[in-house]
């Protein structure tokens, strides 16, 4: 019989911060990575302010300024009279140390997070290990079941399951944790197109026939996204590549020179986009954050940095009980206590955006119902200095701040 304290599904960033926080801390963590590496393109890639401020807490600071990285400080969306670029978000204006936002592959991220914890003689990370179903005991959950790549099965016995294996996870199969679904007006499509000297920077939005464009300035080349209407991807497939790529470079016509290098559908992924989030985190020996509690849309692009938040407020409140070696129902009920007003205020905020926002447009309507309207909040957003640092503020910390565990910080 295999057995941990704190047993961790999905090593992702949720779930290595929570392992390496509650490591630090003198608790056995054994995390569960049921791929064989971190290596994942179009994941979200986005390190705002509050995760910087987090690795500085914990003594990563400089191993993390030496990842490869761009810095994004404004956000840029085609708001102006003639679809100029309007700066609604200036990142770089907030009085804090880290004022910018950092583009780091994930990858990179989740590997320094992991030789972090490896450090610790009460962590261990399993990779090409799956866990396949729950071990449940008199009602209460004592582990899981799993698989690793080569076939072998076993159990692992833990005080504490922390599910953090996003919005596929094992636990959103539990019927008593109530799954809620929000409506959502589009899917995306994530490509790649170069970059050259002379492009805006930053984030950058567009506005094209029944689709918006995000564009994330990675260095040499831009991370795309082009959001259309739900369930449409195999009719606008079927309508072919030149014609997807006209119509977003009419919405982005500096990115014309450049079409020409998308050359295969096989090159655009789709992002099915769900927003959801479960009635109940919690059952007794189980704990679930980060996607596996609540699917964030890719709107203002913060599910990342919600993730981490989730962990760091786990551990906090986590740590004495698992160092006892018993976590009652009121100690996973305080997380998602903590936890749940910032979830259900975000997906509020993100479901506003979705029907006066993004809706209208993908439907050729204009945004916030009528033209005069829409230019009425864009030259509030600009001319305002400190309305303008509202979405800035929100984009860097979110609603609330969490602080890690005193035992976890170097």
């Known amino acids: 019989m295999e057995r941990t304290t704190c ?25 569960l990575e049921k791929h064989g590496d971190f290596l994942r393109d179009f994941r979200g890639d986005t390190v705002h302010p509050s995760t910087l401020a987090l690795l500085d807490e914990l003594g ?4 993390f300024a030496r990842l490869p990285q761009r810095r994004v400080t404004t956000v840029q969306l085609p708001l102006g009279p003639d679809r100029s670029l309007v700066t609604v978000g200036d990142i770089g204006a907030l009085r804090n140390t880290y004022n910018y936002i950092a583009m780091v592959p994930q990858w990179d991220l989740l590997n320094l997070l992991a030789d972090e914890a490896r450090r610790e003689p009460s962590f261990s990370v399993r990779m090409s290990t799956e866990a396949t179903s729950f071990l449940v005991e008199r009602g209460r959950v004592t582990g899981v079941r799993y698989r690793t790549s080569d076939g072998r099965t076993g159990e692992l016995r833990a005080t504490l399951t922390v599910a953090c294996d996003g919005r596929g996870s094992l636990a959103r199969s539990r019927p008593e944790l109530g799954l809620r679904r929000f409506t959502c007006p589009m899917d995306a499509w994530w490509f790649r197109l170069p970059r050259r000297e002379g492009d805006p920077r930053g984030l950058v939005g567009g506005a094209g026939d029944r689709f918006l464009t995000t564009m994330i300035d990675r260095g040499d080349y831009w991370q795309c996204a082009a959001l259309i209407p739900k369930g449409t991807d195999g009719r606008r497939r079927a309508a072919g590549l030149e014609r997807f790529m006209a119509d977003f470079t009419a919405a982005v016509p500096w990115l014309a020179d450049r079409a ?11 992002l099915d986009v769900r927003l959801d989030r479960l009635r109940r985190w919690h059952r007794p020996g189980l704990l679930c954050i980060g996607d596996a509690a609540h699917s964030m849309s890719p709107v203002f692009g913060i599910g990342i940095n919600l993730a ?10 986590l740590v004495e009980p698992l160092r006892r070696g018993a976590v009652g129902l009121q ?15 975000t997906q509020a905020l993100q479901r506003i955006a979705h029907t006066r926002v993004i809706e209208p447009v993908l439907a050729g309507r204009p945004p916030f119902g009528n033209p005069r309207r829409a230019q009425w909040m864009t030259e509030l957003l600009t001319t305002s200095r400190w309305l303008n640092r509202v979405p800035a503020y929100f984009l860097a910390y979110g609603a609330v701040r969490e602080r890690p565990p005193t035992a976890s910080v170097r």
Do not use: F, I, N
């Open 7 to 31: 047993c961790v599904v999905g090593g992702g960033p949720a779930g290595m911060v929570l392992g390496l926080l509650l490591a630090r801390a003198g608790v056995e963590v054994t995390v």
């Open 60 to 63: 990563l600071a400089e191993r």
């Open 260 to 270: 020409h290098t998308l050359r295969s559908w096989d090159e655009v992924k789709l």
């Open 308 to 317: 981490v938040e989730d962990a760091v407020a786990a551990a906090r409140y």
């Open 331 to 345: 100690d996973v009920r305080a997380v998602q206590r903590r936890r749940w007003p910032t979830t259900a205020l």
